[in-house]
């Protein structure tokens, strides 16, 4: 998914939150902790390929099921999607108990094809979670998380 031009690579097991996620922060633009609003689009949903193009990671939907997401409960939608996305973070899905109060966000990393991105962990479930993760996405832009690999 994207955030304004930001890539969001979501992590975790089926029925951890991720098309519900993405569905509020679709539903909700949010202004994050800068006060730049950041509007959410669709890249794929539940399978992505990522590739290597010169130093970034870019985030792709397999042909088969671009703009198209499911809702649990409604089944499969069509939606206004993005081709490709420069992915600058990652989200993983955890229970909240199993979040770090003060985690190490400068060294917390996920890495994929011989680099690697920031890694926040986000428990989905929570109310403010589109909000953490745009909150996460201004700190990256105004110097408070390191994005070189």
């Known amino acids: 998914m994207t955030l304004g031009d930001a890539g969001v690579l979501l992590l975790g097991p089926p029925g951890s939150g991720k098309s519900d996620l993405v569905l ?51 089944g499969l939608a069509n939606l206004p999607h993005r081709a490709e996305a420069a992915l600058v973070i990652a989200v993983r899905l955890v229970a909240k108990e199993k979040i770090d109060r003060m985690p190490d966000m400068t060294n917390d990393r996920f890495e994929i094809l011989g680099t690697s991105i920031p890694l926040i962990a986000v428990d989905a479930a929570s109310a403010s979670a589109p909000a953490r993760i745009r909150a996460a996405l201004d700190r990256l832009e105004h110097g408070g998380i390191n994005i070189a690999s």
């Open 24 to 74: 509020r922060l679709i539903d909700q633009p949010g202004y994050g902790i800068s006060g730049a609003l950041r509007i959410a689009h669709v890249v794929s949903d539940d399978q992505v390929a990522v590739r290597l193009d010169g130093g970034r990671l870019v985030a792709a939907p397999p042909k088969s099921i671009a703009g198209c997401m499911e809702i649990r409960g409604l």
